[in-house]
């Protein structure tokens, strides 16, 4: 059965950004927040609270936070990998701060520098902290369906590390296919597996676009009822480090099908292209986005 709404998380300010090699002006980021803050989108996830030394571009990320005009219909989040990362965001007065963490050894630690077993804790103390700050907390699992250096990963195992996070008392959980593996049929029986353990009202999915199957594991996901995505708006993202990675589902395009298929987001289309639009002038790549392409056209 389908979902009759779909809430849509807009994630390119943190993680489209984050992978764009050349610096892009504050101002042009705050701008295309504000932009993205008119479109009916719920929620925009604006920066991280990472070290500098390892996403240059995203240190501006208290200023960012401090000077975007804020829509009270807007939940505003940022990535936060310590308490060193929450108390700059505390600072700059996010509402809802997202942990992160791998569902693999090998890539937990290329991301955050620690093992599985020692991340826990150091996030265990951020989500105790966040709270009493009254801010909610989003747990991310990374590498769901496959590991770059790994391959695949045990199903059990991703399923003990999203318990770990719940238990720690996060509200909802986002499963990264972070270098976009997953097939629509892998999607649904590790779905139909996961729903015996937590609510689909917790649960987000987050699938990057690498090979271009991330629309169909959407439709994967709704027939099951999920009814969370997030999305880059313009597919913005990919790892300037790994050849032919690319960034999260299009918002864009993820709204037109939604829309399309008579499910409500919210989001007005034509705002959502031309926020896009704005940002595609600033990054280097022309952005992969089907919708912002045929727009463009117009
Ligand atoms: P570390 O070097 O192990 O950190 O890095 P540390 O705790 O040993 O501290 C070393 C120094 O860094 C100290 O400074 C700290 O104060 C400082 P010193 O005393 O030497 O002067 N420091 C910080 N400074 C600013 N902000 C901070 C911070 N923390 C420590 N938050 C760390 C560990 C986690 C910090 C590092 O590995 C890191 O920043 N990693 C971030 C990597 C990243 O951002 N990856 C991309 C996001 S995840 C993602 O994209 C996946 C997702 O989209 C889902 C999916 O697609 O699967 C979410
Ligand atoms: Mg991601």
Same mark, same amino acid.
């Not at 992978?19 to 042009?28: A, C, L, M, V, Y």
């Not at 597919?235 to 939604?258: I, R, W």
């Given at each position: 059965e389908l979902p009759l709404d779909v809430t849509i998380k807009e994630v390119g300010p943190r993680d489209g950004l984050q992978?764009?090699?050349?610096?892009?002006?504050?101002?042009?980021k705050i701008?295309?927040?504000?932009?993205?803050?008119?479109?009916?989108?719920?929620?925009?996830?604006?920066?991280?609270?990472?070290?500098?030394?390892?996403?240059?571009?995203?240190?501006?990320?208290?200023?960012?936070?401090?000077?975007?005009?804020?829509?009270?219909?807007?939940t505003y989040a940022a990535l936060v990998p310590n308490m060193k990362g929450l108390e700059r965001a505390i600072e700059a007065d996010v509402d809802e701060v997202s942990i992160f963490m791998s569902a693999s050894e090998t890539h937990n630690?290329?991301?955050? *520098?620690? +093992?599985i077993d020692e991340?826990?804790?150091? #996030? $265990?103390e951020v989500v105790e902290a966040a709270r009493k700050e009254g801010k909610s907390v989003r747990g991310y699992v990374s590498t769901v369906f496959g590991c770059p250096y790994e391959g695949a990963v045990d199903e059990n195992q991703v399923i003990s590390v999203?318990?770990?996070?719940?238990?720690?008392?996060?509200?909802?959980l986002s499963l990264g296919d972070t270098i976009g593996v997953a097939n629509p049929l892998q999607v649904d029986a590790f779905l139909k597996k996961l729903e015996r353990y937590f609510m689909k009202d917790h649960i987000a999915l987050h699938f990057h676009d690498t090979r271009g199957m991330a629309l169909a594991n959407t439709v994967a996901a709704l027939q099951l009822g999920y009814h969370i995505f997030d999305g880059s708006a313009?597919?913005?993202?990919?790892?300037?480090?790994?050849?032919?990675?690319?960034? *999260?589902? +299009?918002?864009?395009?993820?709204?037109?099908? #939604? $829309?399309?298929?008579?499910i409500k987001t919210g989001i007005d289309q034509s705002e959502l292209l031309k926020a896009t639009s704005y940002i595609q002038d600033y990054v280097e790549n022309q952005l992969p986005s089907k919708q912002m392409n045929i727009f463009k056209k117009q």
């Open positions: 992978n764009e090699s050349d610096q892009i002006p504050t101002e042009n701008e295309w927040i504000n932009q993205l803050s008119k479109t009916g989108l719920p929620y925009i996830e604006i920066t991280s609270f990472v070290h500098p030394k390892w996403i240059p571009q995203l240190k501006d990320a208290v200023e960012v936070s401090k000077q975007i005009e804020r829509n009270p219909d807007v630690k290329k991301n955050i *520098n620690k +093992s991340t826990y804790p150091v #996030l $265990q999203c318990q770990n996070l719940f238990d720690m008392g996060i509200d909802e313009g597919g913005l993202g990919g790892c300037p480090y790994a050849k032919g990675a690319t960034g *999260n589902v +299009s918002t864009d395009d993820l709204n037109y099908m #939604l $829309q399309e298929m008579n």
